[in-house]
């Protein structure tokens, strides 16, 4: 016979003391339930709540547990299928030692202190501070190829298929339009210069090389066993390792960090697997990809577009409807006009609804057929090359997460965490790319996993700052960032509260070649009603990375438009515009530049 409503509570509440070495029967808004649990914290044990009042059927649990442990009240505590009892008896049974001595003979035997699931940036900052810790630290790390068969080594995206080639790319656009500034500044030549794919290619994928070579060898420095491994839940503290021969090995760990990163998404049309690439396979291209369409506008399609353009090649971007999502607007729309103005052309409000191979070849030719978002019109051409940009899926879906409880937000596989990176099941934690609503950044990343190690072996309690963090986005003119857009700014302050100040500047070493006066911005975001404090820095212009950093420092430090106005600019240079703006939107002056 099935059991009734309360045997299968009865055993719900029985499975939960199983799977749960301290089980705590709480209510949210219980003081009392907060008390117990901060015990539990600070002795360094790892609990799991149920809070009653957040359950449709948390009043019939407690009438179980009150049949079965005679108790009426919450906190209901269990440590290891013991009852302890409420919260006066759990500290009474802390303060007598007779707690310590009941969570020290049921200590777990674990194969590590700590298992990394994610070789990347986050996932590799984090194990080596645990393992100089003290700690057994275990990396797992396994790149599942592309479509077309692309893997890399240990580092994660940004060292492989990310940051770091698509910065040495960028140096190559940039060392092309210096080419064609030298000849103003006194430089002659005759011969003619081209462009080679193979060895630009080769030389970024050799020192790509010695990164990889280089990870490896820290990790073994510092103690950390590396298996180059795909890594699954099957246990709450238990994970299977797939290494790429299909050997299945099995491990086990105290706590668990998730560091699995992000991987393109396609367009699922038909053709778009079969025939497309990705940024994860554009930076080790065997061959020069010739005329190419970029499907997107992210900051992956603009500056995979921009560099592809810097090179010579024909590029063309096709763009759904807006250039930089989530960053400023009018910034991202001087980024992607100066793009038009320097040879990458730009079909809008149009999305691909197939790719078509018409001849097989490195690169062969495609046929893309789209169609406009804002009607019928249908629209095909010719490439050599389609590059997918339309954004990243979290790799969390298949590493075993609802077995043990881990949950992710379903509209984009995302984990929410609390914030000290706790996920919903307290000894797995998780960094990087995929938190839910935090920044997709590397260094974020980084300094989240060395912070994560350091509270949880070293007894800090610093946690990540994930506001004023700056960014830049490696367009052809570089576009740096940090705080808030406009438009953000707007939404969370009100317009009435706001100061914009913003101008257009001429970059002296442009003014020989005589080329793109009046293209660079800059712009700075104040809160009036907080001694105009700068809540948003932006820059559109060469090197906008480098100038970003050190105004990203002075926003943490509570940089004001006074203090602005107060710094001594360094002349020439295209950082001090910052020292001299005055011009507001609000006054609606004039912003073009005569001279320097």
Known sequence: MPPTGREALRSRVQELQEKNPVMIFSKSYCPYCDRVKELFTSLGKEYFALELDLCDDGNSIQEVLYEMTGQKTVPNVFVYKSHIGGCDKTLLAHQNGSLQKLLDSNTVSYDYDLIVIGGGSGGLACSKEASSLGKKVMVLDFVVPTPIGTTWGLGGTCVNVGCIPKKLMHQAAVLGQALKDSRKFGWEYEEQVNHNWETMRENIQNYIGSLNWGYRVALRDKNVRYENAYGEFVGPHKIKATNKRGKESFFTAEKFIIATGERPRYLDVP???????????????????GKTLVVGASYVAL????????????????????????????MAEKAGAYMETHGVKFIKKFVPTSVEQLEAGTPGRLKVVAKSTEGDIVIEDEYNTVLVAVGRDSCTRNIGLEKIGVKINESNGKIPVNDEEQTSVPHVYAIGDILDGKLELTPVAIQAGRLLARRLYGGS?????????????FTPMEYGCCGYSEEKAIEIFGEETLEIYHTLFWPLEWTVPSRDNNTCFAKVICNKIDFDRVIGFHVLGPNAGEITQGFAAAMKCGLTKEKLDETIGIHPTCAEIFTTMEVTKSSGGDITQKGC
């Open 271 to 289: 053709g778009d697997k079969e025939f497309c690439i990705t940024s994860d396979d554009l930076f080790s291209l065997s061959y020069c990809p």
């Open 303 to 330: 500056e995979c577009a921009g560099f592809l353009a810097g090179i010579g090649l024909d590029v063309t971007v096709m763009v759904r409807s807006i250039f930089l999502r989530g960053f400023d607007q009018e």
């Open 461 to 473: 309690d610093a946690k990540c700052d994930y506001v004023n963090v700056p960014t830049t986005v």
